[in-house]
């Protein structure tokens, strides 16, 4: 049986889907989410050998529109947004004056004049007023369209079979990081081919209205390969595994894109102002204080976030994110180091309840999926 309602958490609009399914459901970010459906550990292989589906209607939609949106979200942004082309997106981020970390988004171009900012859930409404105050001067809207939205995301090897028959779009020809109108089992359809597992795999954005309709089409075209539906804690595991950052553990305020090996995506050769530019060129030119490093456990026990890294018993760093990797069988964290410290030499270890476990340094991503 699903959880009791917590609190005032927002509903999804596949929530019934959800309680259907028996899903364990938690309060995320003023969400009442899936946490898991079964086994984590099996939904989490399924999107590796086969497919999972997973339900990310909490992520917020801000669209950006005008004559100046792409110089606009060129100033707002860090990235270049007006280099992407219509039908492209782009990772990027949107940061404080003094270059930390607001949130990292994906920005889809849908027209010349036209832009979807996808923000985190947690930060949605930070990321929203943040735009907002910013836009003042230029020849743009800023809008929320988180409502008009469900999204929904198809990943795992098995994607693109489990797809084809219920689209008119040609999937091969959907390029990694770009977004399609088309339909999907007969309903309109922005289709993005981008992802927060390390596979190959889709994410649809929907009207709340078709949400349950295109999650069952999805789930009986996936019965045959395999796929199962997955919760927050396969996505978390397979993101792990992968490398990428979650805010709040990899990614804050306190933290510029370059202590997160992150600095490509700040783009200070484009032309005119952006909101960070000193700072971050001054991080860019001094180098990061930190930086992240992947540790793979020798023993059993689990690092958790918080946890403190150690040389040859020395205090270095502390974990960010740690959990059991199904797909190595082994602990895996990844954690901010002191920038400088020797990671060729010396023993390191991870401070466990007092009790110190040996890691090895190993280079992120853990995982990556055959192309």
């Known amino acids: 049986m699903s959880q009791a309602p917590v609190g005032g958490a927002r509903r999804t609009p596949l929530h019934e889907v959800h309680e259907a399914l028996n899903a364990s459901l938690v309060d995320f970010a003023g969400w009442l989410m899936p946490l898991r459906y079964g086994s984590e550990s099996a939904e989490h292989r399924a999107v590796r050998e086969a497919a999972g589906l997973f339900d990310l209607s909490h992520m917020g939609e801000i669209l950006v529109r005008g004559p100046q949106a792409a110089e606009f979200l060129d100033y707002a942004l860090v990235g270049q947004l007006s280099a992407v082309g219509v039908g492209r997106a782009r990772y990027t981020m949107i940061t404080a004056d003094h270059g930390g970390v607001?949130?990292?988004?994906?920005?889809?171009?849908?027209?010349?004049?036209?832009?979807?900012?996808?923000?985190?859930?947690?930060?949605?409404?930070?990321?929203?007023?943040?735009?907002?105050?910013?836009?003042?001067?230029?020849?743009?809207?800023?809008?929320?369209?988180?409502?008009?939205?469900?999204?929904?995301?198809?990943?795992?090897?098995?994607?693109?079979?489990?797809?084809?028959?219920?689209?008119?779009?040609?999937?091969?020809?959907?390029?990694?990081?770009?977004?399609?109108?088309?339909?999907?089992?007969?309903?309109?359809?922005?289709?993005?081919?981008?992802?927060?597992?390390?596979?190959?795999?889709?994410?649809?954005?929907?009207?709340?209205?078709?949400?349950?309709?295109?999650?069952?089409?999805?789930?009986?075209?996936?019965?045959?390969?395999?796929?199962?539906?997955?919760?927050?804690?396969?996505?978390?595991?397979?993101?792990?595994?992968?490398?990428?950052?979650?805010?709040?553990?990899?990614?804050?305020?306190?933290?510029?894109?370059?202590?997160?090996?992150?600095?490509?995506?700040?783009?200070?050769?484009?032309?005119?102002?952006?909101?960070?530019?000193?700072?971050?060129?001054?991080?860019?030119?001094?180098?990061?204080?930190?930086?992240?490093?992947?540790l793979v456990g020798r023993g059993r026990r689990v690092p958790r976030k918080g946890y403190g890294v150690l040389r040859d018993g020395v205090p270095v760093g502390a974990i960010t994110s740690g959990a059991p990797s199904p797909s190595l069988g082994k602990p895996i964290a990844i954690a901010y180091i002191a920038a400088g410290t020797d990671l060729s030499s010396g023993e390191f270890a991870v401070d466990v309840r007092g009790r110190a476990e040996v890691v090895d340094v190993v280079e992120l991503p853990f995982y990556k999926r055959d192309r």
């Open 102 to 294: 607001l949130d990292d988004l994906i920005v889809y171009r849908l027209a010349e004049e036209e832009y979807l900012v996808v923000a985190n859930a947690a930060n949605s409404d930070a990321v929203l007023d943040a735009l907002v105050l910013r836009a003042d001067g230029f020849d743009t809207a800023v809008t929320d369209e988180s409502a008009e939205y469900a999204l929904i995301a198809l990943q795992g090897p098995g994607s693109t079979r489990i797809l084809a028959p219920l689209t008119d779009a040609d999937l091969a020809a959907v390029k990694y990081y770009a977004g399609y109108r088309c339909t999907v089992a007969g309903h309109p359809v922005l289709l993005a081919r981008t992802g927060y597992t390390g596979e190959d795999g889709f994410e649809l954005f929907v009207s709340p209205e078709s949400a349950t309709a295109v999650w069952d089409a999805l789930a009986k075209a996936g019965e045959p390969h395999g796929l199962l539906p997955a919760g927050l804690s396969a996505r978390d595991t397979l993101r792990l595994e992968a490398g990428m950052p979650l805010y709040g553990n990899e990614l804050s305020l306190d933290l510029t894109p370059y202590e997160a090996g992150l600095g490509r995506v700040v783009k200070l050769d484009k032309p005119g102002d952006f909101v960070g530019r000193a700072a971050l060129t001054a991080r860019a030119e001094s180098g990061p204080t930190q930086t992240l490093v992947g």
